[in-house]
C-alpha cells in the first residue's frame, strides 16, 4: 500500500516523518530496492542497511520481527521504544518507579489531607506495574498474554463489584471506576495483542467475552451502572460474532464465509438480546431505546447476510443486489404483522427494510434483468403498506411496479409496449368506473390515474423516439378523447392526464417544423415576436392573473 501511494499526485506534498527511517534490505531484493527510491521520490531522509554485508543487523532485523512469534515472542520486544542494538531493555525500572508513585499518592493525604482525592490514581499505575511485569520476567507470549487477560478480569469485575454496592464513599467509588477504566485498557490491549496468532485469537476473544459478561451480569446489582452493563454486554457478543468470524478463518474458509458466519452471529445475539429486554426488563425509554436499537441491528444484519451469502457462492454484484432487496422487501411487508410493540416496532423494520431496498436496487441497477425483478418486489413490499396500513403507498407502489414492467420491456428489445399495457390500463378502468360507481365520493385521481398513466405514459415514452407517424397520431387521438371526456365530464384526472399527453405528443411531431420555421425566419423576428408577447402578456398581466384563478377555481370544482 505504501508503494501504491507513490503514485498519487499529492504524495511529494507529504510532510516527511520527525522520527529516524532504517531501511533494511540487499541488492537483489527488489522490494526494498522500490521503498528506496519511493523515499528518495518523496524527499524523506533515510537510513540503509546491508543485510548481506551486516551480520549483527541480520540479527538484530530478526528479534525486531519477533514481537509477535509465540516461540520466540515476548512483551519486552513492544516495549523496545530505544532501539539500541540487539539488547534486551529490561522494565523492572518503569516497574519500580510506577510503584513507588502509587506509594507516593496513597501516603501524600497523610501530610495533605486536601490530596485524599487523588488516591484512585494509584491503581492506575499499579495496574500498570502489574502490565509490565510479564516483560520483565522475559515469560513467553502465551504466559504474557494470559497475564494480561487475569489482569484485566480481576481488576474489572473487582472495580464493577465495588461500584455495585450502596454504602461505598467517594473515594471508594472513585477507585472503582479508575479500576473499569484501567481493566477496560488492559482488556483491549490483550485483545489486540492477539490477533498475532490465530490460536491465541481463538482463545482469547472468548475469554474476554465471558469477562465482560461477568460485568454485565454484576452491572445489575445497581441501577447506575446500566450503561456500564449495556456497554459489556454489546461488546461481549461484538466479540463472540469476532470469534465466530475467527474460527471460520482458522478452519481454511475464504473472506465471504468469514463474513457470513460473523453476520449470522451478529443477528442471532442481537435478536436474542431484543427479546431478553423485551421479556425481563422494565418497559422505561431507556430499555425501549435498547430493545428497539438491537431489533434494528439484528434486522440490517439480516439484510447484510443475505449480501454475504450471495458473495459467498460467487454471485455478481447484480445478484447480491436482488438477494438485498428480497430480504429488505420481506422486511417491509413483514412490518405490517399485527405484533406487539413491546416486541417489534414497524418503523424500524421499514427504515431498515426501506434502506435495503434503496441499496438493492443500485447494486441491480447494471444489470436489467434483475433489476425488473427487483423493483416488482419492492412494488409488490410497498403495495402490502397500501393495503394494510395506509392507502397512500399505493401511490409510490404503482410507480415501482409501472417501472419495474418497463425495465423488463426493454431489457426484451420490445418496441409495442401497447401490448402489455394496453390491456391491463383497461381492466384497471374497469375497476376505477366500478368502484367510482359505488362510491361516488372517490375522487377521479384515486379512480382513474393508474390506468390513464398505464395506458398513455409507456406509448408516449415511445412516439417520442419513433420515427414513424401512425403511432404518434394515434396516441394524440386517444389523448384528445381522453381530454375531451375529463372537460364533458369535469374530472379533473383524464383533463390533466389527456391534456399534458396531447401538449407533450404535439410539441414532439411539430419540434422539427417549429425548428425549420426558426432557421427560416430572419432572428429580428424572433426577437420582436418575443418582445411583442412579453408587452401583451404585461399589458394585459391582471386580466391573465384573473383568469387563472378562474382556471384553478373550474379545476378545484372538478372531481
Known amino acids: 500500500m505504501v508503494l501504491g501511494s507513490s503514485y498519487s499526485p499529492y504524495a511529494r506534498r507529504l510532510a516527511p516523518p520527525r522520527i529516524p527511517v532504517v531501511v533494511y534490505g540487499t541488492r537483489w531484493c527488489a522490494q526494498s530496492q522500490m521503498v528506496r527510491r519511493y523515499l528518495e521520490r518523496l524527499g524523506v531522509p533515510y537510513e540503509y542497511v546491508d543485510l548481506e554485508r551486516d551480520p549483527e543487523a541480520v540479527r538484530r532485523l530478526q528479534w525486531l520481527t519477533g514481537a509477535w512469534s509465540a516461540e520466540s515472542g515476548s512483551a519486552r520486544r513492544l516495549l523496545d521504544l530505544t532501539g539500541t542494538g540487539g ?177 449470522a452471529a451478529l443477528v442471532g445475539l442481537a435478536t436474542a438480546g431484543s427479546a431478553a429486554v423485551s421479556l425481563r426488563s422494565p418497559d422505561t425509554s431507556y430499555w425501549t431505546v435498547t430493545r428497539r436499537a438491537l431489533a434494528a441491528v439484528a434486522a440490517a444484519g439480516l439484510v447484510a447476510e443475505a449480501a454475504a451469502l450471495s458473495w459467498w457462492r460467487d454471485v455478481e454484484v447484480a445478484g447480491q443486489g436482488l438477494a438485498v432487496v428480497a430480504v429488505a422487501a420481506a422486511l417491509v411487508a413483514m412490518s405490517t404483522l399485527p405484533v406487539p410493540r413491546r416486541f417489534l416496532e414497524p418503523l424500524d423494520l421499514r427504515l431498515v427494510g426501506g434502506t435495503g431496498c434503496a441499496l438493492g436496487l443500485a447494486a441491480s441497477a447494471v444489470d436489467a434483468d434483475r433489476l425488473w425483478v427487483a423493483l416488482l418486489l419492492t412494488g409488490v413490499a410497498v403495495a402490502v403498506l397500501g393495503l394494510r396500513e395506509d392507502a397512500r403507498w399505493g401511490w409510490p407502489a404503482s410507480i415501482l411496479l409501472t417501472a419495474s ?100 405528443d404535439a410539441v414532439v411531431q411539430l419540434a422539427p417544423y ?46
Open 87 to 263: 539488547t534486551v531493555p529490561t522494565a523492572w525500572p518503569s516497574i519500580a518507579a510506577l510503584c513507588l508513585l502509587a506509594a507516593v499518592v496513597l501516603a501524600a493525604p497523610l501530610l495533605l489531607r486536601r490530596l485524599a482525592p487523588g488516591r484512585p490514581l494509584a491503581l492506575p499505575l499499579v495496574a500498570a506495574a502489574g502490565w509490565l511485569t510479564p516483560a520483565s520476567l522475559d515469560a513467553s507470549y502465551p504466559v504474557a498474554l494470559a497475564s494480561d487477560l487475569v489482569l484485566a478480569t480481576v481488576l474489572l469485575l473487582a472495580a464493577t463489584y465495588a461500584l455495585g454496592r450502596r454504602a461505598a464513599t467517594r473515594v471508594a467509588t472513585t477507585t472503582a471506576w479508575a479500576g473499569v477504566a484501567a481493566g477496560s485498557a488492559v482488556l483491549a490491549m490483550a485483545v489486540v495483542w492477539s490477533l498475532a496468532v490465530d490460536v491465541a485469537t481463538l482463545v482469547a476473544l472468548p475469554s474476554a467475552a465471558v469477562t465482560l459478561s461477568g460485568v454485565a451480569a454484576l452491572s445489575t446489582r445497581a441501577a447506575r451502572l446500566r450503561s456500564v452493563g449495556t456497554a459489556a454486554a454489546v461488546v461481549a457478543g461484538l466479540l463472540l460474532v469476532a470469534e465466530s468470524g475467527a474460527i471460520t478463518r482458522y478452519a481454511g474458509a475464504g473472506w465471504p464465509a468469514v463474513w457470513s458466519v460473523g453476520l
Open 405 to 504: 414492467s418497463w425495465v423488463r420491456l426493454a431489457d426484451a428489445h420490445v418496441d409495442t409496449p401497447e401490448a402489455y399495457t394496453v390491456p391491463p390500463a383497461l381492466l384497471l378502468l374497469g375497476f376505477g368506473l366500478l368502484r367510482r360507481h359505488r362510491d361516488h365520493q372517490i375522487g377521479s385521481w384515486a379512480a382513474y390515474s393508474p390506468a390513464l398513466l398505464l395506458g398513455l405514459v409507456p406509448s408516449l415514452v415511445r412516439a417520442v423516439t419513433d420515427p414513424g407517424s401512425t403511432r404518434p397520431l394515434l396516441l394524440g387521438l386517444a389523448a384528445l378523447a381522453v381530454l375531451a371526456v375529463g372537460v364533458a365530464r369535469r374530472l379533473q384526472a383524464p383533463l390533466v392526464v389527456g391534456g399534458v399527453v396531447l401538449a407533450v
Open 514 to 559: 417549429l425548428v425549420a420555421v426558426y432557421d427560416a425566419v430572419p432572428r429580428w423576428v424572433t426577437i420582436g415576436v418575443v418582445g411583442l408577447a412579453l408587452v401583451g402578456a404585461g399589458a394585459t398581466y391582471e386580466r391573465r392573473v384573473q383568469d387563472l384563478r378562474r382556471v384553478a377555481r373550474s379545476m378545484s370544482d372538478m372531481a
